[in-house]
């Protein structure tokens, strides 16, 4: 089964543009996957950011629970008065730093965080402190781009009419509002941090007319 989250230094971004191949990739067939035991969103932790700022959570929230991070409900409990939408800025699996602005109004979100550090609001607020809210999203990162073969959820082969990828967004360069250069994988499961994820994929390791892109997608964009 690929496991190369357990090969990667944190603090180090290990992304690689334009990647063709992996030795643990096997090109000839499907490459079995765990996605984690991905937990429940659990209980939301609060970002305050001061005006025309940001705000840093007191400890990093590490997804942890899938190995290649996934994506992010956000609310807003104190409105940032001023601001159109909220950034919110990490990391992701490979360490890339990354960013991605959602509407205040809150909501799921596109990118799959590794790690989430903080908030601001964009382009700027008068609140005093704003504040608003993150918690683990349904959406699972995947290690790169790829095909899906088969998925089980919880020891059970899903029906693939209602389990699916959502596919990787190929916008060079990518934006704050772009989806993920990788893709994300939609369970229909309860996430509950008991069951287990898993799927055979195919890898994509195509770049665009730029060679940019490969298995690790589009660059993350940042700011």
């Known amino acids: ?17 334009g990647m063709q191949y992996a030795s643990s990739l096997n090109a000839n067939e499907g490459n079995i996957v765990s996605l984690g035991r991905p937990l429940a969103a659990g209980t939301p932790q609060a970002i305050d950011i001061p005006a025309n700022g940001q705000g840093y959570l007191a400890s990093p929230l590490v997804l942890s ?6 994506n992010v409900v956000l609310a807003v409990t104190v ?5 159109t939408s909220v950034r919110i800025f990490g990391e992701d699996y490979l360490g890339q730093p990354m960013v991605e602005d959602i509407v205040v109004a809150g909501g799921a979100m596109k990118k799959p965080f590794y790690r989430i550090l903080g908030a601001r609001g964009m ?7 704003a504040q608003v809210t993150v918690a683990r999203g349904a959406n699972l990162s995947l290690p790169w781009k790829g095909s899906i073969e088969w998925a089980k959820e919880a020891n059970v082969f899903i029906d693939l009419a209602f389990a699916k990828i959502v596919p990787a967004d190929l916008t060079d360069p990518a934006t ?8 994300l994988y939609t369970p229909t499961t309860t996430l509950n941090g008991t069951n287990i994820i898993s799927a055979v994929f195919d890898f994509l390791n195509d770049v665009n007319t730029s060679n940019n892109g490969g298995l690790h997608g589009i660059r993350q964009y940042t700011a």
């Open 176 to 183: 704050a509002t772009t989806g993920d250069p990788r893709g």
């Open 123 to 129: 382009p700027g607020h008068t609140t005093a402190v």
């Open 65 to 70: 629970d899938t190995p290649y991070g996934r």
């Open 1 to 17: 089964m690929f496991k190369d989250r357990q090969g990667f230094m944190q603090g180090v971004n290990m992304y690689v543009p």
């Open 79 to 83: 409105a940032l008065t001023g601001s």
